[in-house]
Nanobody
């Protein structure tokens, strides 16, 4: 089992930046993929970004490509979502997730509690 705890959400103006953090515990992440999802009320869940913890392969949704990155700190068992050039449409609850297989959205089986990100115009 993997436990994931997100932090760093809050309010930010359009064009600003925010960094989310996901602290993992329970199992090593060396052979896991980590990712971020988001969901706004009335909208479908969106797979935002993913990374193999022990590799360099990454995934970014077209909607965030070039603006968001998903760096990790292996020593701290923490993965981040660095969000730059934020837009109002980025407003959502953001969830950290872990996969024991691939970066496919359907392979994420462990989830954090979510953290709210609100971007004002």
């Amino acid at each position: 089992q993997v436990q994931l705890v997100e932090s760093g959400g809050g309010l930010v103006q359009a064009g600003g930046s925010l960094r989310l953090a996901c602290a993992a515990s329970g199992r090593t992440l060396s052979n896991y993929a980590m990712g971020w999802f988001r969901q706004a009320p009335g909208k479908e869940r969106e797979y935002v970004a993913g990374i193999y913890w022990s590799g360099r392969t990454t995934y970014y949704a077209d909607s965030v490509k070039g603006r968001f990155t998903i760096p990790g700190d292996n020593a701290k068992n923490t993965v981040y979502l660095q969000m730059n050039s934020l837009k109002p449409e980025d407003t959502a609850v953001y969830y950290c997730a872990a996969s024991v297989h691939t970066l496919r959205a359907s392979d994420y089986n462990y989830w954090g509690q979510g953290t709210q990100v609100t971007v004002s115009s």
